[in-house]
């Protein structure tokens, strides 16, 4: 059992490699750049569903961490012209407009200085519970958002970054998905995982099995954000040009879309309802247009597609309460199971 | 020798005493009673004791260290582990996850090498494993490990928790209404379970239960509360016969 599904998981692996081969050859660029997206979002949902969905923190501070990343790996890995020509209201200070680094090594940084942020945030903030956790990381992402707005000569303030180098790729992002994934499923089943869950399913029982909460709600907070400094690095990378606005609460409540449907706890549902929802939204774009019925023409209405979104998440919410896979994974076992069930019904007499 | 001692404990709440100036001596090995009426303050005194509240006043010593306003988890760390009255298992975990949770707190592996699996956190896992079956078999739950924690029937259930509290490595084990709920036949269980966890564990266990079967059959000495405050104790004998205690469960006659 255990070998066919290591063979299964390997001839999986492989023909998503053969099919990001042929996507990157043949594809056009508006496809590619979908699917690099679905990767991001997967990286970004993991580590959203790592705080709120295992650990059960209600954080909604997702978009400044994200910030934090794209903006330190734009600065890092701009070239020293396009800084220059960025900066023309007042210079970015001093050793910044000298250094460019790597692509990879720019991440890293980017995604420890998310950490560096998150603990400054989270020492206070974890302290609260429930709601009120929800409204301090709130509050905290709006500050570095607006704090960002206003540090003219580190992040060029409401101008945003333009011509950022647009390393990001297919391998670029699923394979820091993948790297993602592998971290998170190790994470998880570990005795830090398990800790993690303690937490969620009940602080008293957790405290009194000699678990620090503080410690350990911290520690999640701070993986949680180096992965979305990273997923921010990535993403900013891919769009080639950054600016505080892109990173308001409504950045948050997608990647929380993503998880609450995937399944908070569950980093296969995660997974699919990542690519589900970047691809629907690009998908259901026409909705945003003026659309033709018959001898009826409605005028544009850009941002319908939310509607759609906020309504399809009420229906979660009211009759999926777990979402698509609640705390579950999907399995090869699972999915094995799914068919041999079906057998015995059909030739057991029901029909 | 005193494993664990309350120096006159007291716990207010605003204008209202929970618990006054409760004075109590566990010894080695002893099994300890703690019975009472209803919000006579017998859980109070219990939070006190693992550090869910900090006593207004007094003092708790475990091992002559003074751990009065220590964090629940430190408490534990040091060895006085509890059950709950109103059973917290993690319920949406398996029954092998609620016991190696408690595992937890001895790791000395850093997340880094629990993500990276390096050498010293399997050997740890391992450990966790092996130790979480053994105390999974010895409170009958082995070949269950799998099931999710609230699909377990009731008496299995306070079991689980139970073995979940010995995965700590206590020395004092806070049994709170282990009998609760329990029909007559898993109540004569758990009686000699308990006696059998304290020889086989080396445990010290203080207990609230309100079965009296099970209170007098393996209690050494018994505590009696009373709107917080200590009434009597003594042996099992000694508080059967205490005019007191019997005011206290009975009501007092009214001479006309």
Redesign the interface.
């Known amino acids: 059992m255990k070998r066919r599904n290591l063979i299964l998981t390997a001839v999986f692996l492989l023909l998503s490699v053969i099919f990001l081969v042929y996507a990157d050859n043949n594809f056009d660029s508006y496809i590619v750049r979908i699917l690099n997206l679905c990767a991001i979002y997967t990286v970004l949902g993991l580590s959203m569903n790592l705080i709120n969905g295992f650990t059960g923190l209600f954080s909604l501070g997702h978009a400044g961490f994200m910030a934090v990343g794209a903006y330190a790996t734009a600065i890092l890995t701009m070239s020293i012209e396009t800084k220059q020509a960025n900066f023309f209201l007042a210079p970015l200070i001093s050793p910044l407009d000298k250094i460019v680094l790597p692509f990879l090594i720019s991440l890293i940084i980017a995604g420890l200085i998310a950490v560096i942020v998150a603990y400054g945030i989270g020492a206070p903030a974890l302290r609260l519970k429930g709601d009120y956790l929800a409204i301090a990381t709130l509050g905290f992402a709006e500050i570095i958002r607006v704090v960002f707005t206003n540090t003219q000569r580190v992040t060029n303030g409401a101008l945003g970054l333009k011509g950022i180098p647009s390393t990001t790729n297919l391998w670029w992002s699923f394979g820091i998905a993948l790297f993602t994934v592998i971290?998170m499923i190790?994470?998880i089943n570990?005795?830090?995982?398990?800790?993690f869950?303690?937490i969620r399913?009940?602080e008293?029982?957790?405290?009194?099995?000699?678990?620090?909460?503080f410690k350990h709600k911290v520690?999640s907070f701070m993986?949680g954000a180096f992965f979305a400094g990273v997923g921010g690095g990535l993403l900013g990378s891919l769009l080639g040009t950054i600016d505080p606005l892109m990173f308001r609460f409504f950045m948050t409540f997608n990647i929380l879309l993503i998880i609450v449907l995937g399944g908070m706890g569950s980093i296969s549902g995660t997974i699919i309802s990542a690519f589900v929802i970047t691809i629907a939204t690009e998908w259901l774009r026409f909705l945003d247009e003026p659309i033709k019925l018959g001898f009826l023409t409605t005028p544009a209405l850009p941002g319908l597609r939310m509607v759609v979104f906020s309504a399809l998440l009420m229906v979660v919410v009211l009759f999926f309460r777990h979402g698509l896979m609640g705390?579950r994974e999907l399995t090869w076992d699972m999915i094995f199971g799914f068919f041999n069930r079906k057998k015995p019904l059909t030739k057991g007499g029901t029909k | 020798m005193s494993v664990l001692r309350t120096d006159s404990i007291t716990m207010q709440f605003g204008g209202l005493t929970a618990v006054k100036e409760f004075s109590l001596e566990l010894n080695k090995g002893e099994i300890i009673a703690l019975i009472g009426p209803n919000g006579a303050g017998k859980t109070t005194a219990f939070n006190m004791i693992?550090g869910?509240y900090k006593p207004t006043k007094g003092n708790v010593i475990f091992n002559d260290k003074n751990i009065t306003g220590l964090?629940?988890?430190q408490i534990?760390?040091l060895g006085v582990?509890?059950t709950?009255q109103n059973i917290?298992?993690?319920?949406?975990?398996s029954v092998l996850?609620n016991v190696?949770?408690?595992?937890?707190?001895r790791?000395k592996?850093n997340?880094m090498e629990?993500?990276?699996?390096l050498p010293r956190?399997r050997r740890?896992?391992k450990a966790?494993f092996e130790k979480s079956m053994n105390l999974l078999e010895k409170v009958g739950l082995a070949d269950l490990k799998d099931e999710k924690s609230s699909s377990l029937p009731y008496g299995k259930q306070r079991r689980l928790e139970i073995a979940?509290a010995l995965a700590?490595d206590p020395a004092v084990l806070l049994l709170d209404e282990p009998a609760a709920g329990m029909n007559p036949k898993e109540t004569d269980d758990l009686t000699v379970f308990i006696k059998e966890i304290r020889d086989e564990f080396n445990l010290t266990i203080f207990m609230i239960e309100h079965h009296m079967q099970v209170v007098m059959g393996i209690s050494n000495r018994i505590y009696v509360l009373d709107y917080g405050v200590t009434i009597a104790q003594g042996t099992p004998y000694e508080i059967q016969n205490n005019q007191r205690v019997i005011e206290a469960y009975l009501g007092v006659e009214e001479n006309a």
């Not at chain 1, 008293?204 to 909460?213: D, K, R």
């Not at chain 2, 917290?88 to 975990?93: G, M, N, S, T, W």
């Not at chain 2, 190696?100 to 707190?105: G, K, M």
């Open positions: 971290v190790s994470l570990s005795s830090y995982g398990r800790a869950k303690a399913e009940d008293i029982a957790a405290e009194s099995m000699g678990i620090n909460l520690l993986i705390t | 693992t869910v964090k629940p988890d534990t760390v582990a509890r709950f917290r298992l993690f319920k949406d975990l996850d190696l949770i408690a595992n937890h707190l790791i592996s997340f629990a993500i990276l699996k956190y740890e896992e966790m979940r700590t």
